[in-house]
């Protein structure tokens, strides 16, 4: 970003897109389109969902100050809670010198037919794994188009899952690796697990229980790593190597308590929905596989690893990442189309690598304050506009309230209702 007079956070909501306009982050289209931020079309927003009534709305805004795999990128982010927009971006500017990496070794989503009542499980189990190449045909006869893109079903795993508890019943659950290209894939995944399903069923002698995709998509994971120099780290209290340590005892505290855990994870998050949202992708399947993963040893985790390497902080994220950039809603909500232009990817790949460093900004902003002068002066500061409204502040008024309540020593709705009411006088 480059100089202006007023800082961007400073900027009318029209001078920030006419910035992000200039430096051609925004096609002139789609600086329109924010201006405007048009309602859905009737019959879109009526194929979307069912007994549509209305249209919801929440803000979009953009962080700044991130370097991925070293390209600089301007983050939407659709969230309604104040602070998560500033902290992430002053996140990414703490750790700019070296920016954020990504790994992404490959992009398989997992689909699963799970057979019961099989009668010989054992022999079902190796009949199914000598007949890939025929279930390879009939995922090709199923979702052609995606074969012939390259993608479609990659790998074949067989399981025999028993319950111990209650039945004593035996499962046999065929998982089937299927690659969707840039697409999030749901409905190519579901369109091949029921083709090949009565095949399945007529090779083992079960019956089918279900056949649906998995959100725990764990050969689609996404690692992004930073690397922050002590000097970037030092505060007018701490050194950089204390409030480096602190982090790291942060992050191993958050792997050893799930009521922490839980927490540190949603800050994670906090940041992760926020791009998926703003990209027309689903919060729901993505948080699912994010928390499935941080269970994976048997305990709930935090998803972080910070560490220590000579003079710098390291910062650690994977998760499955199973976002698209084509397909479902992407292609019908205008604003997630104009998202990914902002963003400038194309490929569901880059656009999970995308999110993932996010999601490690976001955490290391609030490891950050955490450890140090606590999460409410920040968020309180910010909060300080949302009170203004709250207690009816309108235009001018509302920087006017802020501004007075942030000089305040406490910050309350009555306070905020007796300086507007000065304010007006
Ligand atoms: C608040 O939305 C998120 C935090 O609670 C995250 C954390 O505790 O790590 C600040």
Redesign the pocket.
């Known amino acids: 970003m480059t100089k202006q007079t007023k800082k961007f956070y400073q900027q009318t909501r029209l001078e920030r897109l006419t910035t992000l306009t200039s430096e051609g982050h925004l096609s002139e289209n789609n600086q329109a389109l924010f201006i405007d931020s048009p309602l859905l079309k009737e019959d879109v927003a009526n194929s979307l969902i069912e007994n549509q009534i209305s249209q919801f709305h929440l803000p979009q805004g953009v962080a700044l100050n991130f370097t991925i795999d070293g390209e600089n990128k301007i983050i939407p982010m659709v969230v309604e ?1 104040p ?2 927009i500033a902290a992430c971006s002053n996140a990414a500017k703490i750790a700019s010198r070296n920016g954020f990496t990504t790994i992404l070794e490959k992009r398989e989503l997992i689909g699963q037919v799970i057979l019961k009542q099989v009668p010989c499980i054992e022999e079902a189990k190796q009949l199914i794994e000598t007949h890939v190449d025929t279930l390879l045909v009939l995922a090709k006869e199923a979702h052609p188009s995606i074969h012939q893109r390259g993608g479609g079903l990659k790998e074949v795993r067989v399981s025999i899952l028993e319950d111990h508890t209650l039945t004593s019943e035996q499962f046999l659950t065929v998982y089937l690796m299927i690659e969707t290209k840039d697409a999030m894939g749901a409905n190519i995944i579901n369109t091949i697990l029921e083709g090949v399903t009565p095949f399945l069923v007529d090779l083992t002698k079960g019956t089918a229980l279900m056949s649906i995709l998995s959100n725990f998509n764990t050969d689609a994971l996404v690692k992004a790593t930073c690397q922050i120099p002590f000097d970037d780290l030092t505060t007018s209290t701490y050194s950089g190597k204390e409030l480096a340590q602190k982090i790291v005892e ?1 992050s191993i505290y ?1 792997k050893l308590d799930p009521y ?1 855990a839980a ?6 998050m ?1 940041g992760i929905d926020s791009v998926v949202i703003a990209t027309g992708n689903d919060p729901r399947a993505v948080e699912a596989g994010a928390h499935a993963y941080a269970s994976r040893n048997g305990r709930y985790e935090g998803m972080t690893t910070w560490s220590i390497d000579k003079k710098c902080l390291i910062g650690e994220l994977t998760l499955p990442m199973a976002v698209g950039t084509v397909g479902g809603a992407i292609s019908v909500l205008p604003m997630a189309k104009a998202n990914l232009e902002l963003l400038n990817v194309s490929t569901s790949e880059e656009l999970a690598r995308v999110i993932i460093c996010v999601g490690l900004a ?2 290391f902003a ?2 950050r ?2 450890v140090s002068e606590g ?1 409410q002066k920040g ?1 309180m500061s910010l909060h300080a506009n949302s009170l203004a409204i709250q207690v009816g502040a309108e235009n001018e008024e509302i920087e006017e309230v802020a501004r007075l309540l942030r000089e305040s020593p406490i910050m309350n709705s009555a306070l905020a209702t007796n300086l507007l009411e000065q304010i007006r006088k």
Do not use: F, P
Not at 263 to 268: A, D, E, P, Q, R
């Open positions: 809670e602070s998560v942060a958050a922490r927490t540190h994870n949603k800050g994670i906090n976001q955490n609030a490891l304050a955490l999460i968020h």
